[in-house]
């Protein structure tokens, strides 16, 4: 059953996510944009997409390049909720999960520490 919930207040929630992040790691995110989106057109049930040169991966050539994105994808996190309190508990997991992605935490390892 797809949760009802306002763009602008799915946005919120996004947001939420990343304020959860800890202040010395969330300094360390460079050169990312973090948006929201309907669906991966190409992956209907996909939750969240990371797009870039890892932090771990990057190197002297990395200057000058566009920045990298983390995409949320609303519908379909909220085609898999089945309340409010599931989405807000959602959208973290979804948000940390790809900003570990940009930190170069892969997804094997993601899953082990409860973030899969």
Not at 66 to 86: F, G, H, K, N, W
Request: net charge negative; glycine share 6%.
């Amino acid at each position: 059953m797809t949760v009802q919930m306002t763009e602008a207040r799915f946005e919120e929630l996004v947001s939420e996510a990343l304020d959860l992040i800890p202040a010395e790691l969330a300094r360390a995110i460079d050169n990312v944009v973090v948006l929201v989106e309907d669906r991966d057109p190409e992956e209907p049930g996909l939750l969240g997409l990371y797009h870039g040169i890892a932090l771990t991966e990057r190197d002297s050539h990395y200057g000058g390049s566009l920045p990298d994105t983390i995409t949320i994808y609303r519908e379909a996190l909220l085609d898999v909720c089945e309340s409010e309190e599931q989405v807000v508990e959602e959208v973290a997991i979804t948000v940390i999960h790809e900003v570990a992605h940009y930190f170069g935490i892969e997804e094997e390892r993601l899953h082990q520490l409860g973030w899969g």
